[in-house]
């Protein structure tokens, strides 16, 4: 209809790699994708947001809404590893950022995007986990507890939102080629790859393949669920 505003799909951490290819991969199915991120970028709209900040996040929920139109999807990638250390050795200033970031933003998101999605009776939320969130990546140890969370968050979520129109999942990927690697060692890195069946790396167009359905109308009977992107490595 002429004047309808557009699909709103809204993209954490949009401004490069897994949320950069997200952003590109929804506009091609209508969406109007914006990007909540502390840095601009180029693959659509952009809010500045710190999500790990309630305030910031519930500004750009409301302004999200007003300038662009009604949020039908959120996609909730942003996220840090930080550096690759054992327990031992973890600051606890470090292990705090990194929850903050990874797991407080998802809630916080999730939350506000689920109080205008319930009503509307439609909408479709996405977290992206890691598979370090089922296995636990040693020294990894703060970065694999929040995406566990990640997932038990999309579980909870999807689980008390069923029925409401508006269903919820996760995906857990196993290492994806981008610039969040250089947080980690090599050795980290190549224990990874190692592990694949296919000896490899994701690319961040297959994940965002599989958002694209998980965002989708097409996906209708899955809430609550978590799917690997592991390169054939068997999780729970």
Known sequence: MAGEKPRVAVVTGGAKGIGLAVMLRLAQDGFLPVS?????????????????????????????????????????????????????????????????????GTFLCSRAVAA?????????????????????????????????????????????????GVLVNAVAPAAIETDILQQMSPETVATMIGKSPLKRLGTVEELAELVAWLASDRCSFSTGAVFDLSGGRATY
Request: proline share 6%; with cysteine; glycine share 12%.
């Open 116 to 164: 205008v999605m319930v009503p509307r009776g439609h909408g479709r939320i996405v977290n992206i986990a890691s598979l370090a969130g089922k296995e636990g990546t040693p020294t990894l140890a703060a970065y694999s507890a929040a995406k566990a969370g990640v997932i038990a968050l999309a579980k909870a979520q999807g689980k008390e939102l069923a029925g409401t």
């Open 36 to 104: 909540w991120d502390l840095a601009p970028g180029a693959g659509g709209a952009h809010l500045a947001c710190d999500v790990s900040d309630e305030a910031q996040v519930e500004a750009a929920m409301a302004r999200t809404e007003q300038d662009f139109g009604p949020v039908a999807v959120l996609v909730n990638n942003a996220g840090l590893t930080g550096p690759s250390t054992p327990v031992a050795e973890t600051p606890l200033s470090q292990w705090q950022r990194i929850q903050a970031v990874n797991l407080t």
